[in-house]
């Protein structure tokens, strides 16, 4: 019997029915799937208020970790083949709740010479958060051997918008009825079982090297280049941001936060649109490294 542990934490459900439709086509007699929700001591808030959104970049980015109720020991237990580790990106940072577990003696416990195939649904800029999450497997002797990420697909501005909409208003729903609905598709959301077909190939051979070669076969990981400077870029500004903002306690750090909050806003509409820009005028000369990057980025390896 193969012993696989789904680890996971996600405020909406939307991570969750897409780790169960992983797990439907990998679980059969001879594979036994357990499930562990990382639980946050202190609940973050869904929906988000403002003031709470804002507030949890500098602890998020600077991956700072909140306690988490202990893992259960039945769970704790046992020696798990493979585990699955859902996660969403929360500032271009794998989230608190997530980072927290990570940085655990329970996660070393778990997860020490074990394979991971790390599962993530964000919005769209999950690729630094990735290569974070790669150091956290590393400090945790794991070993990813195969990465899948579901995203928004739809125009990112359009998404920033409907997000918003999700988040602050708690329903995954069509904004004015007129927007997309947010977040990764119900049809991206249903055909996530299809990754499970070359994950239960990889575990009961015991052999993993092909594994994130046949994931991306099957559509896991589909890089856009246009969005690796902004996420670059981003992680820059965001140090500076983070350093400050850690500082500032009480009234001050609130109004610093407002001043977060609207730098953000000219980022993504000013900025953002600009690095896009340059991105496509400089495409053609820049063309063998952004071959180069999204081949990288689509894979577990890590420079
Ligand atoms: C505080 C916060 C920050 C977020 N930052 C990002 C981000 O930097 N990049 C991204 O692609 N998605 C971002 N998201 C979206 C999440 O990755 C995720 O898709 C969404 O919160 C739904 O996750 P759930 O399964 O926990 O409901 C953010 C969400 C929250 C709550």
Redesign the pocket.
């Known amino acids: 019997m193969k012993e696989v542990l789904i680890i996971y934490y996600?405020?909406?459900?939307?991570?969750t029915d897409i780790l169960k439709n992983i797990a439907s086509t990998i679980s059969d007699e001879k594979v036994n799937i357990s499930y562990y929700e990382i639980v946050p001591k202190k609940k973050f808030p869904f929906p988000?208020e403002q003031e709470e959104?804002y507030g949890?970049f500098p602890e998020t980015f600077l991956q700072i970790p909140t306690p988490l109720e202990s893992v259960p020991s039945e769970i704790l237990g046992k020696k798990y083949d493979l585990v699955i580790l859902g996660y969403?990106?929360?500032?271009?940072t794998p989230s608190i709740p997530i980072n927290s577990f990570l940085k655990s003696a329970e996660a070393k416990a778990l997860l020490a010479n074990t394979p991971v195939v790390t599962v993530s649904?964000?919005?769209?800029?999950?690729i630094m958060a990735q290569e974070k999450m790669k150091k956290l497997l590393i400090a945790n002797s794991a070993k990813l051997v195969g990465n899948i990420a579901l995203v928004d697909r739809n125009l990112n501005h359009i998404s920033v918008i409907t997000?918003v909409h999700w988040?602050m208003g708690g329903k995954k729903t069509k904004m004015l009825g007129i927007f997309p609905k947010p977040?990764v598709s119900d049809k991206d959301i249903d055909a996530a079982s299809r990754f499970g077909n070359p994950i239960k190939a990889a575990l009961l051979q015991n052999e993993y090297s092909k594994l994130q070669d046949n994931l991306l076969e099957v559509g896991a990981v589909k890089v856009d280049s246009s969005l690796i400077a902004t996420d670059i870029r981003g992680n820059i500004v965001f140090t500076k941001w983070a350093d400050l903002l850690i500082k500032k306690e009480g009234e001050e750090r609130g109004k610093w936060l407002v001043y977060f909050k609207y730098y953000l806003l000219f980022a993504i509409w000013l900025i953002a649109p600009i690095v896009f820009i340059v991105f496509l005028l400089t495409y053609l000369p820049m063309y063998r490294k952004i071959q180069r990057d999204k081949a990288y980025y689509s894979s577990v390896e890590l420079k």
């Open positions: 996600s405020q909406s459900g939307q991570l988000w959104f949890a969403t990106t929360w500032y271009l649904a964000s919005r769209n800029m999950w997000i988040l977040g």
